[in-house]
């Protein structure tokens, strides 16, 4: 099956922000093991980007991924980059990242100077995809790990990854000024869920790349 990908380069999505570039990948790219996909909970699927996000996996919308990377070099230097708002890091058959894709794409943002994010549901129980993933790391493309509990996403973050976690009971304790670590572990709730104005751009919490990172904790949507 033919994976496509399409490039907004301001998207119109106000939890984003201004002047901010995105992306969708076909459903596809999605992981069978994705929680969110078993269970008929992801976002994407219901929300205002599904009739998108449906016409680029038909490929109505998009192009393949070496043209797609072509689009992305072609933003603004420095430009916030949302990548994959819909869909996933593109995989081979066995569900391995595809390094030459993924290596291509970094390597475009670097030259761009982009500042760009991704949240991934990859299978990360595999080696293999955590060594490519790690080494990937670029502070042009923030690889955010998306964990099923805190627990999970501590043991992550404890290894030099950048997770996010969805956790409503972690979440809610958060934003009530509560302090809650898992070992050397600090959480953060995401300031656009509950901070009226906030916006991806004005926070850049996923954005920032580093071994030592609070994980990122969101409400489901």
Known sequence: ???????????????????VAASTS??????????????GSCYAAKGPQSW???KVSKGERGSNWWNFCQSVLKLKPKQLFRLNV??????NQD???????????????????????????????DDENLNIIKENKSKHLTINLSCEDRYKAAEYQQKGFNV?????????????????????????????????GVTCS?????IKSSDDREVIVFKTH
């Open 1 to 19: 099956m033919n994976s496509y990908f399409h490039l907004s380069k301001t998207s119109a999505n106000k939890k984003l922000g201004s002047f």
């Open 95 to 125: 569900g391995l990242i595809d390094e030459d894709k993924l290596s291509t794409l970094v390597k475009v943002c670097e030259l761009q100077e982009l500042k760009a994010w991704t949240y991934t549901h990859t299978y990360l129980n």
């Open 86 to 91: 819909s869909g996933d890091i593109p995989t």
């Open 52 to 54: 998108h996000w449906a």
């Open 164 to 196: 996010s976690v969805v956790d409503d009971e972690l979440f809610d304790l958060l934003q009530r000024g509560y302090e809650v670590k898992e070992g050397s572990t600090k959480f953060t709730a995401c300031p656009e869920q509950y901070i009226p």
């Open 26 to 39: 076909s459903k596809d790219t999605c992981p069978s093991l994705c929680p969110f996909k078993i269970d």
């Open 202 to 206: 004005t926070c850049r919490k996923c």
